[in-house]
């Protein structure tokens, strides 16, 4: 991986509609990871449809590109649970392992995927579907199935960035024992802000980290 991470996204849809709309999401994927630090390694767009062997073998082709370019990738589309919604098989299928823990979290198996969300009257729960989404590794790459909602990319992609960044810097031999430290530390920090401390104090903590 070079100083700076790179990602991939693989559009997909059973028609041209859905496509479309998955086309409409990786904009705001590209929009969070570049903020998040990551540069744009390229996308693909693939029409799926289950028992179509040449559209199957084209997407396959297409996800293992971006894996052999990117350190990480986004599939948007075909992820919920009709019939033509294969994306989730091919990419336990392609993966040499399942990443259950961003797998549990893009189903909607885990908390993440039930996010808390503020307005300035009240807080709302929104809740999203279950769906079939999984997340592998290929090599050095980790693989997302991200669902076709703008809304959940929005909320829940921030959630799960400073894990997917963990997860990347392990995969591409940096040494991740050394992050988990940081982002201790960073925590401990973040928390004497919420008791009040003074920013000479907290100015102090940065100073102060050490990684052993």
């Not at 998955?22 to 990551?38: A, D, E, F, L, Q």
């Not at 693909?44 to 559209?55: M, N, R, S």
């Not at 994306?87 to 990443?99: F, H, W, Y």
């Not at 392990?170 to 004497?192: D, M, V």
Request: proline content about 2%; aromatic content about 6%.
């Amino acid at each position: 991986m070079t100083d700076m991470p790179v990602f991939g996204i693989l559009c997909c849809g059973k028609d041209i509609e859905e496509l479309a709309q998955s086309v409409k999401c990786c904009s705001h994927i590209t929009n969070i990871m570049k903020n998040g630090g990551y540069a744009l390694g390229g996308y693909h767009t693939a029409l799926v449809k289950k028992g179509d062997e040449a559209l199957t073998k084209l997407c396959c082709d297409k996800l293992y590109h971006l894996c052999r370019n990117c350190d990480a990738v986004f599939t948007v589309g075909a992820d919920g649970f009709s019939p033509d919604d294969i994306i989730p098989d091919i990419t336990l299928k392609i993966c040499e392992s399942e990443a259950v823990f961003f797998s549990q979290n893009l189903c909607g198996s885990a908390n993440i995927g039930n996010y808390d969300r503020s307005n300035k009257a009240k807080k709302e729960k929104a809740v999203f579907l279950p769906s079939k989404s999984r997340a592998g590794v290929v090599s050095d790459s980790l693989v997302m199935n991200i669902r076709n909602d703008v809304d959940f990319i929005t909320n829940a992609l921030n959630l799960l960035l400073p894990s997917i960044t963990f997860a990347v810097e392990g995969l591409c031999g940096k040494n991740a024992e050394n992050s988990k430290k940081i982002n201790e530390s960073l925590t401990a920090i973040c928390t004497l802000a919420g008791k009040g401390k003074t920013d000479k104090i907290l100015f102090d903590g940065v100073q102060k980290m050490e990684i052993k």
